[in-house]
């Protein structure tokens, strides 16, 4: 498809159209499922998807999208943060300005088992519903929030986390995309995506951080001038 793209372009004079992946976070599937060398031989852009690391069907409290290991992780839990994970990739043959960190708008929840056993790492109802009713939306987060949840910081993985009676979620927010965007350019990563764009409070009506904050937050870090992203989303509406 490359030499395609590329042949393409030298005839007809045009710009050559990109070729992408986006690519597990997971080390096993990593492992056998990518010969990372030659993808990155390639592709243009390789865009990992840096989330989901924990969910509901653990059996324990986790965050979403960590940046870092975190004091509980053990075993392949202490594979499952940012800086692993795209560490993995550029140590095993991916060009660092090829790799692209996915950055979630969304948290994973969980039900807890025991109210007053709150932190990360905490035991849970396992719940093997669909993965959908595991998430909230950045703006259900911040509702979350408003009707009195309570948000702590949890400093050795660089995100957040919040609870309120049996119900957790561990998230990202304005501060955790500062960090991780720092963490970005200080690596000479490629860039960013964000997963997906309609979880963010796109109305500015939920957090108090204008319209995109998120989105918003990771462009001001990236020094990325474009207000496309708003105006396409706002077609689709």
Known sequence: MREAFEKESLEKQKTRLLVTATVSGVISIIEHAYKIPELSQSLDY???????????????????????????????SAYLNVDYIMTYWKNHGADP???????????????????????????????????EKGVWAYYEICNFLNQGATEKWNAPQ????????????????????QIKAQWLK??????????????????GSFCNQGSFPLTSTLKKALNVHCPCYEASYREEL
């Open 46 to 76: 390789i865009q990992v998807m840096t989330y989901d690391l924990h969910s509901s069907k653990d059996g324990y409290t986790g965050e979403n999208s960590p940046l870092y290991e975190g004091p509980s992780d053990h075993g392949i």
């Open 186 to 203: 200080d690596n000479n990563l490629g860039g960013a995506m964000v997963w997906p764009l309609n979880m963010d409070d796109f109305t």
């Open 97 to 131: 300005k090829k790799l692209i960190v996915g950055f979630p708008t969304y948290g994973q929840t969980f039900t807890l088992s025991d109210p007053s056993d709150n932190g990360i790492g905490a035991y849970t109802i396992s719940e093997k519903h669909t993965y």
């Open 158 to 177: 660089e995100v957040p986390y919040a609870f309120r009676n049996t119900e957790w979620v561990g998230y990202d927010n304005v501060k955790s995309f």
